[in-house]
Nanobody, 122 residues
């Protein structure tokens, strides 16, 4: 599976962005997709995951109620709608794919996109 993350950019505190993770290659609908984020000096952090069917989603506690992960298997794309963004959420956001169910552990993901930079200005 090849993943392409996009949608990052510069936004003010309280603003919104929608990230996209588009896949090609193997059957996309067999894979759970997750978003992680990374800032310099910190480990990659789990943000959200969605199951292969879209029926189950998991979120980092601090983003619940503000972020929504969804998928369109017909378009081989997973979306991450991010609202009420905060400066501390400035990071490079990566999407990862794993066969079957999603996980919070990045080590369980087999495929990764290149990352997209989200900058939230204060």
């Amino acid at each position: 599976v090849q993943l392409q993350a996009s949608g990052g950019g510069l936004v003010q505190t309280g603003g919104s962005l929608r990230l996209s993770c588009t896949a090609s290659g193997r059957t996309f609908s067999n894979y759970a997709i997750a978003w992680f984020r990374e800032t310099p000096g910190k480990e990659r952090e789990f943000v959200a995951a969605i199951s292969w069917s879209g029926g189950n989603a998991d979120y980092l506690e601090s983003v619940k109620g503000r972020y929504t992960i969804s998928r369109d298997n017909n378009r081989n794309t997973v979306f991450l709608q991010m609202n009420s963004l905060r400066p501390e959420e400035t990071a490079v956001y990566f999407c990862g794919a794993t066969y079957g169910l999603g996980h919070r552990d990045e080590a369980l993901y087999d495929y990764w996109g290149q990352g997209t930079l989200v900058t939230v200005s204060s």
